[in-house]
């Protein structure tokens, strides 16, 4: 069978399963408790099914699962790592799980993400060199130890910069969509076939959980999928690491996921130079900032939409023009992300002397903070 056909068959596959279990998934989180309730830093306005992040991680796991039965060569030398793979999603799974049921401690949290990074770590995910950001002969051999440590803090930061952007209906999902379907072609145009199934499968997955998380949402992915999208996209990016330099193979996932990396960060360095506890939750993220200016959810989440869309063809154009310009084209696009973050705050300040008080939740709305 080609490889066309089986990327089609997986993306199906994933799709189908995604749109069968998430209304099963929605009717056990109503059974069990696992439900969102509005709050101070909530847009909805009325308690949703939180959890639909297991339908998201299965059908991914299902999907991924038949595409290597169908086409067994794409796992050739990469067995064990697609293994680390799915046992760190399982992991997350249950940490998952229990906190949108019970809710966990940020810490203990942490402590899940930590042990998945070391799962991976375990199964031969290990970042080893460095390449100069002007020279792609030129590398750095990193020790081991630092290699571990770099690896482990790449995992835990990206398992978590999905779950900070997780605040409006079919924002993160669409987020992800986008991005998997980015870095399936630059998977493909660099013969990455088995990052290509990975790629899929979180495509069809997400694109059918779409369905019932776009605003109006029935159900949100809760901690059980932001966290579980996260860690696949650290896992795949590293899987890129051991066919090429480390510079490379991070930059597509940096510039894809650029807005849920952006976000984190800001949302870290803002919460750590107030003093306050760095996984505190506030209403400062992007998402909040564009409903302050008087953006409607579905307009919010459109225009991030674009803004992703915009980034993953950056991110293709990286790895088509020599890597020494990639570096230019990097600061540009930082450039450009900082002159949108000012030009944001003075429409904010220009707002806020127009109205009393932009942060206030619109009724009938509806979104979702899985922080």
């Known amino acids: 069978m080609s490889l066309a056909i089986t990327y089609l068959i997986v993306f199906a596959i994933a799709v189908a399963i995604s749109l069968i279990l998430t209304p099963i998934v929605r009717t056990v989180a109503r059974r069990v408790g696992a439900m969102d309730f509005p709050g101070r830093r909530k847009i909805h306005v009325k308690p949703i099914p939180s959890m639909g992040g297991i339908a998201i991680l299965l059908a991914f796991m299902a999907s991924l699962i ?25 992991i997350l799974l249950g940490v998952g799980i229990y906190d949108d049921i019970k809710g966990l401690r940020p810490t203990i949290k ?18 080893e060199k460095f390449t100069s950001p002007l020279s792609e002969s030129g590398s750095l051999e990193i020790p081991a ?35 998997s379907m980015t870095m399936f072609c ?22 059918g959980f779409l ?41 597509v996932p940096i510039c894809s996921m650029a807005v849920p990396l952006m976000d984190t960060g800001l949302a870290f360095l803002r919460r750590v130079f107030r003093g306050e506890h760095p996984f505190k939750g506030d209403r400062e993220h992007l998402h909040h900032r564009l409903l302050a200016i008087g953006l ?22 990286t790895v088509l023009i020599p890597f020494t310009y990639t570096f230019l084209i990097l600061i540009i696009l930082a450039m450009g992300l900082v002159l949108a973050l000012k030009s944001l705050a003075y429409l904010e300040k220009h707002i806020a002397g127009i109205t009393a008080d932009v942060s206030e939740p619109r009724g009938g709305e509806m979104g979702e903070d899985s922080e």
């Open 186 to 207: 630059v998977a493909v145009y660099r013969a990455d076939y088995v990052i290509g199934l990975l790629c899929v499968a979180i495509a069809g997955s997400a694109l």
């Open 296 to 317: 409607s959810q579905r307009q919010a989440v459109i225009f991030i939409y674009f803004i992703c869309v915009y980034l993953g063809v950056i991110a293709f154009i």
């Open 66 to 90: 038949i595409g290597l039965k169908i086409h067994p060569a794409l796992a050739a030398g990469l067995a064990d790592k697609l293994s680390g793979v799915l046992l760190g999603c399982i």
């Open 145 to 179: 130890t630092a290699g571990v440590l770099l690896t482990i803090l790449w995992v835990v930061g990206l398992t978590n910069s999905i779950n900070l952007i997780d605040g409006l209906d079919g924002l993160a999902s669409g987020i992800v969509l986008i991005a």
């Open 110 to 127: 942490l402590a899940g993400h930590i042990a998945a990074a070391a799962v991976l770590v375990l199964h031969g995910f290990t970042i």
């Open 211 to 251: 369905k019932y998380n776009f605003y109006p949402a029935s159900i949100f992915m809760g901690d059980t999928g932001s966290m579980g999208l996260g860690f696949i996209f650290a896992a795949m990016s590293l899987i890129g690491v051991s066919k090429s330099t480390v510079a490379v193979a991070l930059l």
